[in-house]
Antibody, heavy 127, light 106 residues
Framework: EVQLVESGGGLVKPGGSLRISCAVS????????MSWVRQAPGKGLEWVGR??????????DYAAPVKGRFTISRDDSKNTLFLEMNSLKTEDTAVYYC??????????????????WGQGTLVTVSS | DIQMTQSPSSLSASVGDRVTITCRAS??????LNWYQQKRGKAPKLLIH???SLQSGVPSRFSGSGSGTDITLTISSLQPEDFATYYC?????????FGQGTKVEI
């Protein structure tokens, strides 16, 4: 069974930095496209960004609210995904989910879906 | 960014009811639309990808239809375990965006 285990969440002051990690097991991590999704307390889901596999170029994409402040990276040798967060704001307070991206091929094209999720790690930005 | 609007935001229903949730995109997203179910305190679960393809293991009472700007999730006969919040998500282009959610309550 696929396992995604996030770690590194906690309390950080506004303007501070934090790196959270996601250890992935029972999954071909090096071939996987991965993403981060967050959920503020009592709110809906918000896509943070994604990283493609190195064989597919390793490109990253980000949501506008985090672009330039957050960086997604991966260590395929350790089956680990990272989210480096800088210049944190109170509105970044959320549970951060590590996810895998499934890619489904049909005659009409290729479609992506977030098919495996970690349990989430809470990041609280507060003074 | 593509805006996704779900309706209704919440609904009350009974076991056995047919439930329909609609997701409207601010532009044509073809069939690049996924549906997720989230129960309280749990991570979301992918139900449907590509607008109408049921994820493996998801009960057949869930179905999706539509393309373009209006896409629908239907639960044909609501079961007790279906009371949850449902989200749509477009993957037509990055940044991917989610709808605000539809809470299905008893």
């Amino acid at each position: 069974e696929v396992q995604l285990v996030e770690s590194g969440g906690g309390l950080v002051k506004p303007g501070g930095s934090l790196r959270i990690s996601c250890a992935v097991s029972e999954f071909p991590f090096s071939k996987a496209w991965m993403s981060w999704v967050r959920q503020a307390p009592g709110k809906g889901l918000e896509w943070v960004g994604r990283i493609k596999s190195k064989t597919d170029g390793g490109a990253t994409d980000y949501a506008a609210p985090v672009k330039g402040r957050f960086t997604i990276s991966r260590d395929d040798s350790k089956n680990t995904l990272f989210l480096e967060m800088n210049s944190l704001k109170t509105e970044d307070t959320a549970v951060y989910y590590c996810t895998t991206i499934g890619i489904y091929g049909y005659s009409s094209g290729w479609y992506e879906g977030i098919d495996h999720w970690g349990q989430g790690t809470l990041v609280t930005v507060s003074s | 960014d593509i805006q996704m609007t779900q309706s209704p935001s919440s609904l009350s229903a009974s076991v056995g009811d047919r439930v329909t949730i609609t997701c409207r995109a601010s532009q044509n997203i073809s069939r690049y639309l996924n549906w997720y179910q989230q129960k309280r305190g749990k991570a979301p679960k992918l139900l449907i990808h590509a607008a109408s393809s049921l994820q493996s293991g998801v009960p057949s009472r869930f179905s999706g239809s539509g393309s373009g700007t209006d896409i629908t999730l239907t639960i044909s006969s609501l079961q007790p375990e279906d009371f949850a919040t449902y989200y749509c998500q477009q993957t037509y282009t990055t940044p991917w965006t989610f709808g605000q959610g539809t809470k299905v309550e008893i």
